[in-house]
């Protein structure tokens, strides 16, 4: 027989999830900065309130990711996520299809590359959300046995990714005093500037952060919950650097028309 809370803390569906998420757009509120503290401090917190289904004192989560998505490009440092076709020189196999694609459109080299780059800028913010259902399934493996549904590691993944978007937007504006102060001091930033640098601060970022929020959510003990939040942090520099950036360009290369 069934009791009173089984039914209150059954997971949403994936169409419940996208309505409150699209409610949640058009009456986005206060909710919004209720929400950022907990999304640091409290990793897990929220996705663990959101699939308790208790009354809503934060906001949805795909609502949450739609907004910071949005704002992260529009105030992102850098290059950070600035790709361009410079950044794909390197790959024969993508430099064919962008010579193939040429061709068919009768462009020249600059008008062509210029074309690509402009649309680059604009789509590169759409697509940030590939990466979210394939996390999702990356955890439904890894947590296999603990038979969640897949709306529940969804949830899980809007706000990490949530949690993400944020912290890149901020961290290089932090890191740009103490690059600036290291300087002064003599010490050679050139390593610590490095792309190779940053993926390492992602990578433990993120493995502090997962850590804690998959050990509050899926409750296994703490040499799995690291073991496995290590893997989930090595999936997201991957889905960033292999799927997310190579897939996009073929959906750049795909919109360009005559």
């Known amino acids: 027989m069934e009791q009173p809370n089984q039914k209150k803390n059954k997971p949403e569906p994936v169409t419940r999830l996208t309505h409150d998420a699209l409610h949640d757009l058009i009456h ?54 600035t790709y361009s076709i410079d950044g794909y020189r390197n790959s024969s196999v993508m430099m064919n299809y962008f010579a193939k694609k040429q061709i068919g459109l009768h462009l020249s080299t600059v008008i062509m590359e210029d074309r690509f780059n402009t649309a680059m800028h ?73 792309e190779a640098a940053l993926a390492i601060l992602v990578l433990l970022i993120n493995l502090v952060y997962l850590s804690f929020a998959a050990r509050r959510i899926y409750k296994e003990n703490y040499f799995s919950t690291i073991v496995k939040s290590a893997v989930l942090s090595i999936a997201v520099y991957l889905l960033i650097a292999y799927v997310y950036r190579n897939a996009l360009f073929f959906i750049v290369l795909h919109s360009l028309s005559e």
């Open 28 to 81: 986005f509120d206060s909710k919004f900065f209720r929400t950022l503290p907990p999304l640091f401090f409290k990793p897990g917190y929220l996705t663990e309130h959101a699939l308790k289904n208790d009354e809503q004192k934060y906001v949805k989560p795909f609502a949450l990711f739609v907004f910071l998505n949005f704002i992260f490009f529009i105030f992102k440092y850098g290059g950070l996520f």
């Open 122 to 194: 604009f789509e590169q913010k759409e697509y940030f959300v590939i990466m979210i259902p394939i996390f999702a399934l990356i955890l439904q493996f890894l947590f296999f046995f603990k038979r969640r549904a897949y709306a529940e590691h969804l949830v899980f993944s809007l706000y990490f990714y949530s949690f993400f978007i944020v912290y890149l937007m901020i961290v290089p504006y932090l890191a740009i005093p103490i690059f600036w102060l290291l300087q002064n001091m003599g010490t050679d930033i050139k390593l610590l500037n490095s």
